[in-house]
């Protein structure tokens, strides 16, 4: 298990600096310390979870979107493992206009299912859907602590919300970071804004989204940095994302105390 395990985190680690090396632009020691000290890379080791595969994916997808669309498409579509990731990838990729990337998508999912049907039998499937029926029960509970949610859902939950009241909260994100990223999209911004606001809205979309799935937070930072290499950010923006990084050190720690739903703050900042 444990060879595994490094294995695994290891390489998928790699693929991601990789990736977000690129995004930057950057292939110096400077970034490459930024990246390897990013918060979400150690809550992601400590915790065992594949946010590093998932970010390396999607930005992987926004790099290649424009020039080599099949290949972005099945980025995309390899994000069929964890697909609530990929909730605005259909909107983006349609009402952009790149059919190319978003039949690749469609094509890669449904591959790898078939795949798997033929590899495993239809038992796998029905367990998953057995699984995933009675999943929302756990999240719903709080017995996966609320303070480590970055999702909207979980901050509502955290400050004393009902399960209905955070459902409906969510959905008011969920509809708000879909018609930013419409928007966005339809008007053919630059790829740095196009890109960092689809990374950055999933983070708010998604009811499930917990403190290391903020790597893909990194993916919309990445971007930010980017476009700023043609539009510099102001001194705000600058501040904006430095306490970000710095809140994201212990935030669930933080939330914890202060009864502060810190992650989702975090996500909110960053998608404004």
């Not at 399960?163 to 999209?185: D, K, R």
């Not at 196009?194 to 930072?221: C, E, F, H, K, Q």
Request: aromatic share 12%; net charge positive; with cysteine.
């Amino acid at each position: 298990y444990l060879a595994a395990f490094i294995g695994f985190q290891t390489a998928t680690l790699l693929l991601f600096l990789f990736v977000a090396r690129r995004i930057l632009d950057d292939s110096g020691a400077t970034a490459l310390i930024a990246l390897l000290a990013f918060p979400a890379v150690w809550w992601n080791f400590g915790l065992g979870q594949n946010a590093f595969l998932t970010a390396a994916l999607f930005g992987a997808a926004t790099l290649l979107v424009d020039r080599r669309p099949g290949l972005a498409g099945l980025c995309f579509g390899a994000l069929c493992y964890k697909p609530h990731f990929a909730l605005l990838v259909p909107l983006a990729l349609g009402i952009g206009g790149h059919w190319r990337a978003f039949l690749a998508a469609a094509c890669t999912a449904a591959t790898l299912v078939l795949v798997s049907l033929a590899l495993l039998g239809w038992g796998t499937w029905q367990a998953f859907f057995a699984a995933a029926g009675t999943s929302h029960t756990m999240y719903e509970s709080g017995r996966i602590l609320f303070n480590g949610f970055v999702s909207p859902f979980g901050a509502i939950r955290l400050l004393g919300g009902s399960i209905g009241v955070a459902y409906a909260g969510q959905g008011v994100f969920t509809l708000a970071a879909a018609m930013v990223v419409a928007i966005v999209w339809r008007r053919r911004l630059s790829p740095a804004t196009r890109n960092a606001v689809l990374a950055s809205a999933t983070l708010l979309a998604v009811p499930l989204s917990l403190l290391y799935d903020m790597m893909l937070g990194a993916v919309a930072g990445c971007w930010l940095l980017r476009g700023a290499s043609r539009e510099p950010l102001q001194t705000w923006e600058k501040t904006a994302l430095a306490m970000i990084y710095a809140a994201m050190l212990d935030s669930r720690g933080l939330a914890e105390k202060v009864s502060v739903p810190v992650n989702t703050i975090c996500a909110l900042v960053l998608f404004g």
